[in-house]
């Protein structure tokens, strides 16, 4: 467990070598690293800072038994796109476009019947509550022979310890100093006449593990704490109250000093910052604890707000992202999570207008504008005017403010860089796979290559996690996809089936298993389109049935999603044209399409994911498997509904009018066979005239 201290003045005594302690209102905003290494990782070698403090290590700790201190527990037309040669390399090489070439729109993705989106199930958030660890809702804050920061008075103090050596005068109160058997110096804060921390330094180093157990600790997961630097300084126990001072490089970890102080909502948050990636029930213990001690602290909504948007929960996300603007409006990082929340649940104006305020900001620190841009691209890309140029640019932004942060000098900020390098670099590999764009089977696998090497580095320099490796499949595929014929994809469909199985099969948190499953379901249908294009339906089949598998499993964080019920329906439909087109076998295709139907009739958004050209093409081919089963009924439903689908992309462009001749013709085919000969000779001369259209 660990988090990133900027400037908090209360650890500085660790790192400096004082004896001093502050109240818990001294606890700056600290910032958990954004590399989510696990616990007890220290920094890189490549970041880790030279250690100079003034204390060093005991030869002797070992042996040394602790004093007894215990607490008391009661795509444009006229632009060049440029990509690198090699992921290593920053020069890009030319992508020419082609001006005439129409947009290249993959086929469409795919789902199967899922459970109601109006389940009665409650959510993640409020399901997950009870994994919390039981020690862990023990909050008891310690004490020291009697005396406990936050209750005891001055004068209690004094009654119990007698006078202090030294009195030190500080704003609001004062600072003293005692002897206290068996250490020859303890240091009490004290604010309006109330004891507010207490500092204790120990004459040798103590090993971290004698210390937490004469402190009855270990039941408690602590958070570490770093500076910007990322040197270790040490860590806190949310539920006592304490913390900690490492010795420099003491392996394992050496205790030089404690601090008692009042249990405070601070490192709890740390803690569940930490917490947020993948442990969805214990991070959400902590921001309920946090906000029960201070209920207006406008981070722990945002945190929530995070951890909702993760589990699925948009609306209860949308609500605690607001509530911190509202409580902290000048924290401008909290309205980078309410554009995510915005854009997830389909109001891409809205969360255009909010990214478009933060590139603009001169308040805005480096590392959120490089993240506005990212998003910002995110959104134009997936908003329904398909805007891959722009989104291009924003991306390419993006990419250059964050390699520039590759040098900050704070490691927290580094490592944020790195991350955000692997989701432009994937972001602009999508824009070239679904623009209108020349060469893309040569240049999306470079910048999918660009975000593998930093993907890669974050896991072996940085002990990333096996989630990351997943984004960079996941997002090979999603970009890959958009290519009409693309490359050779096994390596990144392998690499997805693998690492999201060895994330599911480990122990862990149900509701992060549920996203993982979710996302590992929709990357399984971006393979078994490839597959099917690749013309290897055995092996899309075994993708599709692999992704309708995720997809329950992973119900309740997709259940939300505004493209939910499209998702799956398209899925189904997949599945069906895997046995209609490639077995002429309509009557196993319609069981698979008597479950897409209803999926794909639900309301669909106005989004890039939708594209009423393929939704309705995909009802006009479902038409033809029911026909052949004797449906005669459903088919002419479909096909009148498909061909209105495919007239409305035409109208917007997604589509040529030549393509409505084919549903067109089929319900002049269908009217005649039914001896409805009037209609059957209107519909015949309406795809007449498109195709006439066409040939000119």
Not at 315 to 341: C, F, G, H, N
Not at 579 to 603: G, I
Not at 638 to 665: F, I, N, R, W
């Amino acid at each position: 467990m660990r988090f990133a201290v900027r400037g908090r003045e209360a650890w500085s005594w660790f790192a400096m070598g004082l004896l001093a302690a502050l109240p818990a209102a001294a606890w700056a905003h600290a910032r958990q690293d954004e590399s989510q290494q696990q616990p007890g990782v220290e920094a890189s070698e490549a970041d880790e800072p030279s250690a100079d403090g003034c204390l060093t290590d005991s030869s002797a700790a070992d042996a040394d038994d602790p004093p007894p201190l215990l607490p008391d527990m009661a795509e444009s037309d006229d632009r060049d796109l440029t990509a690198p040669d090699d992921p290593s390399e920053h020069e890009p090489a030319q992508l020419n476009q082609d001006p005439a070439a129409p947009a290249e729109l993959p086929s469409e993705r795919k789902s199967e019947k899922p459970a109601a989106r109006k389940s009665a199930q409650p959510g993640l958030l409020t399901a997950a509550r009870s994994e919390t660890p039981a020690a862990e809702k023990n909050i008891d804050a310690a004490s020291m022979k009697g005396i406990q920061p936050g209750k005891t008075t001055r004068e209690e103090l004094h009654a119990s310890w007698g006078k202090p050596k030294t009195v030190e005068k500080i704003a609001g109160g004062a600072r003293e100093t005692f002897g206290i058997e068996p250490f020859d110096r303890v240091r009490v804060t004290i604010v309006e006449n109330l004891v507010q921390s207490m500092a204790i330094r120990l004459e040798k180093p103590i090993v971290l593990d004698k210390v937490a157990k004469r402190l009855q600790l270990e039941g408690v997961e602590p958070v570490q704490v770093f500076d910007d630097q990322g040197q270790l300084l040490g860590q806190a126990y949310p539920e006592r109250g304490v913390l900690v001072g490492f010795a420099p490089k003491a392996d394992p970890p050496h205790v030089f000093q404690l601090v008692i102080e009042p249990i405070d909502a601070q490192s709890f948050l740390a803690r569940a910052e930490f917490r947020l990636p993948s442990r969805y029930a214990e991070c959400l213990a902590d921001i309920k604890q946090a906000l029960q001690l201070a209920p207006q602290g406008g981070r722990a909504h945002w945190l929530h707000a995070r951890l909702a948007l993760q589990a699925g929960e948009l609306q209860q996300a949308l609500k605690s992202a607001q509530k911190a603007i509202d409580l902290e409006p000048a924290e401008l990082e909290y309205r980078l999570t309410m554009a995510k929340v915005l854009s997830a649940g389909g109001d891409y104006p809205h969360a255009i207008g909010q990214l478009r305020d933060l590139v603009e900001s001169s308040k805005a620190a480096p590392i959120v504008v490089a993240k506005a841009y990212c998003q910002l691209g995110d959104c134009v890309a997936a908003a329904p005017e398909r805007d891959y140029q722009q989104a291009l640019k924003h991306h390419m932004d993006s990419v250059k403010l964050a390699e520039s942060l590759l040098r900050s000098p704070t490691v927290v900020v580094r490592r944020a860089a790195k991350e955000l390098l692997v989701e432009a670099n994937l972001a602009l590999a999508r824009d070239v796979g679904w623009g209108r764009w020349q060469h893309k089977s040569n240049v999306v696998p470079k910048w999918i290559e660009r975000a593998t090497t930093y993907a890669d580095e974050i896991v072996s320099r940085e002990r990333g996690s096996l989630e990351i490796q997943l984004r960079v499949h996941e997002g090979a595929l999603a970009a890959l996809t958009g290519i009409g014929t693309p490359p050779e994809a096994s390596k990144w469909i392998r690499g997805t089936t693998e690492t999201g199985s060895k994330i599911l099969a480990a122990p862990g948190d149900t509701g992060y298993k549920a996203q993982i499953a979710w996302r590992l379901g929709v990357a399984l249908c971006d393979a078994m389109e490839i597959e099917t294009t690749q013309h290897r339906p055995d092996k899309a089949l075994e993708l599709g049935k692999l992704a309708l598998e995720n997809f329950q499993l992973g119900d309740p964080s997709g259940r939300e999603l505004p493209t939910h019920d499209y998702i799956r329906g398209k899925l189904c439909f997949r599945l069906g044209a895997i046995f209609s087109v490639e077995r002429a076998d309509h009557k196993q295709a319609v069981t698979w399409f008597d479950a897409a139907v209803p999926l794909l009739e639900s309301p669909v958004p106005r989004c890039a994911a939708v594209d009423p050209g393929r939704h309705g093409e995909a009802f006009v081919s479902m038409a033809v498997s029911y026909w052949e089963v004797n449906n005669r009924q459903e088919a002419v439903r479909l096909t009148d509904q498909g061909a209105k689908l495919m007239e409305q992309a035409a109208s917007e462009g997604l589509l040529t009018k030549a393509a409505l001749a084919v549903p067109y013709s089929n319900l002049a085919s269908m009217h005649e066979q039914l001896g409805e000969l009037k209609e059957a000779k209107q519909f015949a001369e309406m795809a007449a005239r498109f195709e006439e259209a066409a040939a000119k």
